[in-house]
């Protein structure tokens, strides 16, 4: 609204030139000078004033955006990352969020200001001389012919923002998995894919900079020719005595103050699609279902007493073919689960359900007789521990790690849960001990300290329920030792599912389940499945070998036993 305030001096320089000058009136000049300071001063306080709560609105505006689609991503199922990449959701969060926001703050503000200055700006003119307000004129078309041309920058802009989204997704691939990349010697690949994206995003740039420029340097033409078509015109209407100096100098003033904002409509728009685009993708991810959401009126579990029943479960990720199909099982409290079967028949896919990372296609998971979609999802997850194939830890200390699902959980307890999970040891050999930071993801420790921080995190929550999937990465005996004890006192007591790969495992399970492709193909203890499935044999054959040594209670006979279990599968005995 204030950039009326900047018609004023047009129409003060007009009062100057008829009124003052002709009529040598200093009293007059000087009083129009004053108000002339007058209102510039004003002008800029007020303009300062727009500023900031201009800001404020828009940092707020953004602040709600970005917390709202925080929380959102956060209550996203796993169904909504297995399809969407961290890149693309990062580039939302930050660069789509700032569009709207540079939009919000300047755009709107400064097309209010705009239409209402046009607005007045016509009317000046018009009420000086609609015949040289016609003239004037006549060059609009010209103006917005060019105008129209910059639509199709908005378009080149549009592929701009999503090349770089895209470039995020690169980045984001190459840092995470550097080590790869380094191990692979893929560096010139993956720079060349750097390269591919960042190159396309330079030349839509310049395309849409080129097509810019052009149709700016046709307006400023046109602005231009209009400014002389009013001198000509406004000099012949003054010698006709159909206006004055003044008239005419103010008028040239309005014709080229007129230009701005026309030119300013050009921008705006440019900036509004740009923000509708990234609005548009902002809003696609809050417009997203939630995969796993609470009934309202979900039960509260109790402490658990740690059931487990899976009836008659079926699963599909996505739009996929089913993959788990019918699988029936029943966990007594206190009792150890072991899933066994080759890789990628489905046992991950089917511990996901008991917490409920997705929900299953067909049939129920029960807890204690209560379907897992009935009840809560916090007072669900906070009974389970969970310790996951890769181990993930944040890049906090070793003690908010350990903490990590029980926070502010005093020190005592917090080296009782490593000294169960037999981490304490390497722990207090570090120079800070538990308050070594571990780095990005843990990098700053081996694997089998990671995955004994991890065990020593879900301990400390005393979870009724243990969710275990036994990392296959090997690691050498010793440290497999520490884990298997680790792992055996933390089932003690609670009802466990296991993957497993460690024979002692399997050995004290109560009941073990082979899959094969999503469907339980046998069912038994570890001795009845030697006898029954040849598929059980074959596993313990070359599956359990890496980790037998270990599980006859010495670190070091290993070896000495391998020939004992390499026999026909039929006839394989297990000793202990
Ligand atoms: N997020 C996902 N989206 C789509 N398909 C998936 C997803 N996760 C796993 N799959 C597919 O489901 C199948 C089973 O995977 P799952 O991780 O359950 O296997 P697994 O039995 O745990 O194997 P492993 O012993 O190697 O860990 C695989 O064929 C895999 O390709
Ligand atoms: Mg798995």
Redesign the pocket.
């Known amino acids: 609204m204030l950039s009326i305030f900047r018609l004023g001096p047009a129409w003060f320089t007009k009062l100057i030139i008829d009124q003052a000058i002709p009529a040598q009136d200093l009293r007059l000049a000087a009083f129009i000078i004053a108000a002339l300071l007058g209102v510039a001063a004003l002008t800029n306080a007020l303009n300062g004033a727009e500023l900031y709560l201009q800001q404020w609105v828009g940092q707020h505006v953004v602040y709600d955006l970005r917390a709202q689609l925080y929380a959102h991503l956060q209550q996203q199922s796993m169904s909504f990352y297995?399809a969407n990449q961290t890149g693309q959701l990062m580039s939302r969060v930050t660069n789509d969020v700032n569009q709207v926001q540079s939009f919000l703050t300047q755009g709107l503000t400064r097309l209010a200001n705009t239409v209402v200055t046009l607005a007045v700006n016509l009317a000046i003119m018009l009420y000086l001389d609609p015949l040289l307000t016609l003239v004037a004129m006549s060059v609009t078309p010209v103006v917005v012919y060019f105008q129209m041309r910059m639509a199709t920058v908005m378009d080149l802009y549009r592929v701009v923002a999503r090349k770089s989204a895209e470039l995020n997704v690169v980045l984001q691939e190459n840092v995470t998995g550097i080590k790869l990349v380094k191990a692979f010697d893929r560096e010139p690949y993956e720079a060349a894919r750097f390269n591919h994206v960042n190159r396309a995003i330079r030349e839509g740039r310049m395309k849409a900079t080129m097509n810019r420029t052009l149709a700016g340097v046709g307006q400023e033409y046109a602005t231009y020719v209009s400014a002389i078509i009013i001198i000509v015109f406004g000099a012949w209407r003054v010698m006709e005595g159909a206006l004055t100096i003044g008239s005419v100098t103010a008028f040239y003033s309005y014709v080229l103050s007129m230009w701005a904002p026309v030119r300013w409509m050009t921008f705006m728009n440019q900036m509004a699609q740009q923000a509708v685009a990234a609005g548009e993708r902002v809003f696609e991810i809050l417009d997203t279902p939630l995969g796993v959401t609470e009934k309202p009126g979900a039960v509260v579990l109790g402490r658990l007493e740690g059931r487990i029943e899976l009836d008659d479960v079926s699963f599909a990720?996505?739009k996929?073919p089913p993959?788990l199909q019918h699988v029936s099982a029943m966990v007594e409290p206190g009792h150890t689960l072991a899933l066994v079967?080759p890789?990628?028949?489905?046992?991950?896919?089917?511990i996901n359900l008991i917490p409920r990372f997705y929900d299953v296609s067909g049939g129920a998971v029960r807890i204690d007789g209560h379907d897992v979609r009935d009840v809560t999802l916090q007072s669900l997850r906070s009974q389970m521990g969970l310790v996951m194939?890769e181990t993930f830890l944040f890049n906090l200390t070793i003690r908010e790690n350990i903490s990590y699902g029980r926070e502010g959980a005093p020190m005592e307890e917090v080296v009782a849960a490593a000294r169960a999970a037999n981490a304490h040891g390497f722990i207090s050999e570090l120079e800070q001990g538990y308050e070594t930071l571990v780095g990005e993801r843990g990098v700053r420790l081996s694997g089998g300290q990671r995955q004994r921080i991890a065990i020593a995190r879900a301990i400390l929550v005393d979870p009724r329920i243990l969710i275990l999937d036994e990392a296959t990465s090997s690691v050498d005996n010793q440290t497999d030792y520490l884990i298997r004890q680790a792992l055996d006192g933390l089932m003690n007591g609670r009802t466990t599912i296991v993957?497993a790969h460690r024979l002692s495992t399997v050995q004290r399970a109560h009941q073990i389940l082979v899959?094969e492709q999503g469907a339980i193909t046998a069912r038994g203890t570890h001795q009845e499945l030697l006898r029954s499935s040849p598929l059980y044999q074959h596993l313990h054959e070359i599956q359990f070998r890496l980790h037998r040594e270990g599980d006859e209670g010495s670190l070091t006979n290993g070896a000495a036993l391998l020939p004992t279990l390499s026999g026909a599968p039929g006839k394989m005995e297990v000793r202990g």
Request: no cysteine; glycine share 24%.
């Open positions: 297995d990720y996505g996929n993959l079967g890789s990628g028949s489905g046992k991950t896919t089917l194939q993957i899959m």
